[in-house]
């Protein structure tokens, strides 16, 4: 790639990224055969993006860690000399100056008018008030890396340097900014924003002059006459940083309230309704029950079998990730020193079978998802339901607050419910989850409330609940009790009424109007009428 002041191109307000992919000039950006430094021998492997997108960034972030984490001037040297050599070895004319000028005038512009337009779409009350913060946590991890991954995408589209620009923009590492549920990302949107529009002009720069990146400079053996390219060179690499940071930070938010508003009025996955279900005990007290259930006594380090509580408040666990990523499974250690002494032994299993020295002390786990959570508090909040079951086919989410179910007459089958309940719960493998699932399906045939609840509903309610496949486990349960007889034994349960909170129903029909106007704006426009809100509307409360 060369650059002159014809083939520079700094857009303002972000170009349109069909129009940019179907221009075979721009097709170097993303190509991998002329990157500065994938497959080099000074860089390293990255899959095609078109092959997969996800891999594709997380083979950046090792790049980026194994080279500009290390030296900010081997990234700039080695992008330059890779993509625009000539600029360390020839003269500097008149029109690289005019070209360098026209591009900070570009550059400096964008970054007057993205931070604003980001602050305007978080600031928007709809979004504030429905906290986009919690639905990006919500959501599930497969979720959050589609919406960063394609934002790194556009943004590389969008970049004069194409994939190398994240070479100089090592704040970029989709793996940071996807810890704690999509928490680091957002945490990076607040200093951005605070330092983009701040008043300060020198702390406005320094995000993009940071100490890293003023380093770059730092270059041994460039003869006097080349320190004039040198700096020029710098400064121009310097408005594309600007620009790609700019340009990532705009899109991402784009992305992530576009996604958002498909979620909230389409309803595509359960954050929406566990959202609001939980509003009236604060969603972040239930996030924080399952962080905390890491920490009971119940876990053990599989080396030396202490507990937190037997070794002190301040301790972290550690989870082998191939058992996790593999099985779904959690193997838990004290320190790495402990995971280090039990491989031996534990690489047998690794990845392979759910063995665990807890499992066999009859320890059990406390892997619960949110939607579980939410579960458990609504049961403990009503000690005559012995479960909650939601109508999935509901049009509005005002209409679809759960619905009562319990055993009414049979105390002793409501024990016995409420047992396999607690194991369901509280075990790894959901021992008893079949039972549960059997007693509330049953239950439909005598639905009072004519809730409409359906079997698939059921179905699909507990297997988001305990992350298990309920049901092959119903099917396998069904067929025991049809050879034995005895098809009958869990019946008795009963559909008898919607857990009514009116003040959760208002939310729920304001919330709705809200997302409905909301995501007609994101389509493409709204009609005056639509955009006005009335009183009542803002005088809700989160």
């Known amino acids: 790639m060369i650059l002159t002041p014809d083939t520079v191109i700094i857009s303002r307000g972000g170009p349109d990224i069909a129009e940019l992919k179907a221009d075979p000039k721009n097709a170097y950006r993303l190509d991998n055969d002329q990157s500065a430094w994938v497959d080099q021998l000074h860089g390293f492997p990255v899959v095609d993006v078109r092959v997969d997108r996800a891999k594709w960034v997380r083979d950046w972030d090792e790049g980026v860690k194994k080279i500009s984490l290390k030296s900010a ?33 570009a550059t400096k512009d964008n970054h007057r008018t993205y931070p604003n337009n980001v602050r305007e779409l978080f600031g928007n009350p709809m979004l504030a008030r429905y906290s986009l913060r919690d639905w990006f946590m919500l959501v599930d991890m497969e979720e959050r890396t589609r919406i960063l991954s394609s934002s790194i995408e556009e943004t590389c589209w969008n970049s004069m340097l194409g994939q190398d620009a994240r070479m100089i923009c090592p704040e970029i590492i989709s793996t940071v900014m996807l810890k704690r549920r999509g928490m680091e990302l957002f945490a990076f949107f607040d200093r ?70 498909d979620d909230m009025f389409k309803g595509l996955t359960t954050a929406p309704r566990l959202m609001w279900n939980a509003s009236h005990r604060g969603l972040r007290s239930i996030v924080a029950a399952r962080k905390d259930a890491k920490s009971r006594e119940t876990l053990s380090c599989e080396n030396c079998e202490r507990s937190p509580v037997e070794i002190g408040a301040n301790v972290r666990f550690l989870v082998c990730a191939t058992c996790k990523r593999n099985l779904n499974f959690a193997c838990w250690y004290c320190s790495r020193q402990c995971q280090r002494s039990d491989w031996r032994k534990h690489k047998v299993f690794c990845g392979k079978e759910k063995v665990s020295k807890s499992r066999q002390q009859g320890r059990p786990e406390y892997t619960r998802s949110l939607q579980l ?44 419910f409420r047992e396999k309940r607690v194991l369901a719960a509280m075990d790894a493998d959901r021992t008893g989850l079949d039972v549960v699932a059997k007693c509330i ?74 997302i409905k106007q909301e995501y007609n704006g994101l389509e493409g426009g709204r009609s005056d009428e639509e955009g006005e809100s009335t009183d009542e509307e803002e005088s809700m409360e989160e």
């Not at 890779?82 to 600029?87: A, P, T």
């Not at 403990?380 to 009414?408: H, M």
Request: charged share 25%; hydrophobic share 40%; aromatic share 10%.
């Open 73 to 105: 001037s081997d990234a700039f040297s080695g992008t330059v000399m890779m993509l625009n050599g000539s600029l360390f070895r020839r003269r500097i004319e008149a029109s690289d100056r005019e070209m360098l000028r026209a591009i900070e005038m």
């Open 192 to 261: 951005y924003l605070q330092m983009a529009l701040s008043e300060d002009e020198t702390e406005q720069e320094s995000l993009i002059q940071t100490e890293w990146w003023s380093s770059a400079l730092q270059l041994e053996g460039i003869p006097q006459p080349l320190h004039e390219n040198v700096t020029h060179t710098y400064k121009l690499y310097t408005c594309f940083r600007r620009d790609f940071l700019d340009m990532f930070v705009l899109r991402t938010a784009k992305a992530i309230c576009k996604a958002w508003g």
């Open 373 to 416: 959570l939410l579960q458990l508090e609504l049961q403990s909040e009503d000690d005559d339901v012995d479960y909650f079951i939601f109508n999935r086919a509901a049009e509005s989410l005002s209409g679809s607050l759960p619905f009562k179910a319990a055993f009414l007459t049979d105390e002793d089958k409501q024990t016995l």
């Open 441 to 514: 399906i049953d239950a439909l045939e005598d639905d009072k409330a004519s809730s409409g609840i359906t079997r698939e509903h059921v179905i699909q309610q507990l297997s988001e609940e305990y992350g298990v496949d309920v049901g092959s486990r119903l099917e396998a349960l069904q067929a025991q009790l049809t050879a034995d007889g005895d098809e009958n034994l869990y019946s008795g349960m009963c559909v008898y009424s919607v857990a009514y909170h009116e003040d959760l129903v208002q939310w729920a029909m304001k919330w709705e109007k809200m």
